[in-house]
């Protein structure tokens, strides 16, 4: 089993910046991707941004030019900086990790408990 551990979510206000880190541990073979996805009240989850092990991102429109993800595959760990942050950003932030068993030939997708981010006007 693989455990997601987020941390670094809280309240900021319009313009202000935080830095979310999630860290997986557990017994895998290897991390495909890790990367954040949100959920707002009443809306669906969304892509924020990922990072595969070989260090290609991807970012939701949303986070493009605003939020920076990186990974360190030594520490299995994924941090997103999220700057110039807007009301509409307030949602829960989840950690999100694609990871290859040692029993299995297919991946299987890991959540974190998920990380409030509240952006004040």
């Known amino acids: 089993q693989v455990q997601l551990v987020e941390s670094g979510g809280g309240w900021v206000q319009a313009g202000g910046s935080l830095r979310l880190s999630c860290v997986a541990s557990?017994?895998?073979?290897?991390?495909?991707?890790m990367g954040w996805y949100r959920q707002a009240p009443g809306g669906q989850r969304e892509l924020v941004a990922s990072?595969?092990?070989?260090?290609?991102?991807n970012y939701g429109d949303s986070a493009k030019g605003r939020f920076t993800i990186s990974g360190d595959n030594t520490k299995n760990t994924v941090h997103l900086q999220m700057d110039s942050l807007k009301p509409e950003d307030t949602a829960v932030y989840y950690c999100?990790?694609?990871?290859?068993?040692?029993?299995?030939?297919?991946?299987?997708?890991?959540w974190g408990q998920g990380t409030q981010v509240t952006v004040s006007s």
């Open positions: 999100n990790a694609e990871v290859r068993s040692f029993w299995s030939s297919s991946s299987v997708y890991y």
């Open positions: 557990g017994i895998m073979r290897s991390i495909n991707s």
């Open positions: 990072i595969s092990s070989g260090g290609r991102t």
